[in-house]
């Protein structure tokens, strides 16, 4: 069972454009979603995350939008850059007593032409 | 400030043999996490230790595996007698302190192949 699934596998964007990477999670006690960057070769590193109680944060070029009553949530990047292409990966915890546990999808490749 | 440091970063065994991977978490973390990430998949929980304690281990196969996190040295997953489908990259990451807000940082995995 995929608790969180993420679209799509890979993406091309040209540079200056808008990359968006889509999340669904089908657990409802799922109540904060963070973004991991991966580059080859290094482990993740988190970017930016989102608790359900607002439908969207802002840090710099990243955006997070959440759609709690389709249980969605998407990563948008404005203006990619070549140094933007990564595996990025959605992520979803619960509070309560195993809220250390991260639940991954399965991940984006990311890339970004110049 | 050194991140959390894995060795080594590529193993190479034969089925059977035993695979010793290393995690030093970073300076002041004292909770330990490991995750597998098996080709084409997500990041999978595997265990949460603290210093001479396994919090949570519900993500480890039952047999075969094995994770401890003494009081002096790195934390070390264990896997005897490994097999093929054991294969995959094994990332550590540590923390501070436990919960959502506590940022796990994630070191830079152990890719594993069983020949």
């Known amino acids: 069972q995929q608790q969180v699934k993420q679209s799509p596998q890979s993406l091309i964007v040209q540079k200056g454009g808008i990359s968006i990477i889509n999340c669904a999670y089908e657990?409802?006690?799922?109540?904060?979603f963070p973004w991991y960057q991966q580059f080859p070769g290094k482990g993740p590193a988190l970017l930016i995350a989102?608790?359900?109680?607002?439908s969207e944060k802002k840090e710099g070029r990243f955006t997070i939008s959440f759609n709690k009553s389709a249980k969605q949530f998407s990563l948008h990047i404005m203006d990619s850059q070549p140094g933007d292409s990564a595996t990025y990966f959605c992520?979803?915890?619960?509070?309560?007593?195993?809220?250390?546990?991260?639940?991954f999808g399965k991940g984006t490749l990311l890339t970004v032409n110049p | 400030n050194a991140g959390v440091m894995q060795n080594p970063r590529h193993l190479v065994r034969r089925r059977g043999q035993e695979a010793r991977l290393r995690c030093s978490p970073m300076?002041?973390?004292?909770?330990v996490y490991w995750y597998r990430q098996l080709p084409e998949e997500g990041l999978k929980f595997m265990v949460y230790?603290?210093?001479?304690?396994?919090?949570?281990e519900s993500g480890m196969p039952k047999e075969r595996f094995s994770a401890e996190f003494p009081k002096e040295g790195p934390s070390i997953l264990r896997i005897q007698q490994v097999v093929r489908g054991d294969s995959a990259a094994y990332f550590c990451?540590?923390?501070?302190?436990?919960?959502?807000?506590?940022?796990?940082?994630f070191g830079p995995g152990t890719r594993l192949l069983v020949l």
């Open positions: 990451a540590s923390s501070h302190g436990t919960g959502q807000k506590e940022t796990q940082y």
């Open positions: 657990n409802t006690a799922f109540d904060y």
């Open positions: 989102i608790r359900p109680d607002v």
């Open positions: 992520a979803a915890t619960r509070s309560g007593g195993s809220n250390y546990k991260l639940t």
């Open positions: 300076k002041g973390h004292s909770h």
């Open positions: 230790l603290q210093k001479e304690n396994i919090i949570d």
